[in-house]
């Protein structure tokens, strides 16, 4: 594992055992979840304590146009707030299956999967650079304010694009940057954490997912309110593409 690597799985099990001193602590738990771009409605019997822990910068799973029945990756799923909203729109006949390297985090979204009886949902241990999940085997990817802290992002869409079916679609929310970052913030291992560090121009992230195979992309959001004080250089953009 490298350095980097493992301080990023240092941070999010911080912030899975301590959810009350993440950055975004002190919101009241339905504002924090609009600032993070969620609709209100969409939270209905989503665990507490999911919302909690939400450490994204969008809302992919609105976009996904998920239907009863499908199957759902999440890359990254954290506490699992969008897994857990997945999991409500594909029903009982669908399922999620959520991946994080974060032990801390994978035991708190099983925790909220057992105590609110959701059955068709999954949280496996992994790393999103080499997925614990078979070829052409998801309708959907969804991922929330993850690959930013990949230090081999290409290799994630790779990944994602062998384990989704053909036909099948992603949805990512994540942190770009505006042209290059200095090498003042590339270096500094708390910006990469918090993820600044790990943003890649706009063009260069969307050009990574064109070499992974993905067609039809579509910018369909851009944020700029998202980002943490300090990283105005950063903001979130929604994009959507298909395997084809
Ligand atoms: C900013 S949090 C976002 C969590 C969740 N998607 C959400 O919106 O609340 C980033 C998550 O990605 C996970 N993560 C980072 N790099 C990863 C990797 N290479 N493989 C699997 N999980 C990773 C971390 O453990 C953490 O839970």
Redesign the pocket.
Known sequence: MTRI?EL??NR?AQVAGNPCCSPEATFKLDLRAEAIGYFREELKGVPESAIE????CGDPTASAELKEGESVL??????G??AFIAARKVREKGRVIG????PE?VKRARINAEKMGFRNIEFML????DLPIEDESVDVII????IN??QDKSR?FEEAYRVLKHGGRIVISDIVSRGELPTSIREDVKAWVE?VAGALPAEEYLKMIRDAGFTDLEVLSENTACCWPGASDTYSVKVRARKT
Not at 53 to 56: E, P
Not at 126 to 129: A, C, L, R, S
């Open positions: 690597k990023v799985r999010y822990l939400a450490s994204g999440d890359l990254g799923s954290g506490g707030i969008d991946v994080d390297m974060t985090m992994g790393d999103i650079e991922s929330n304010c993850v802290l990949s994630v993820c």
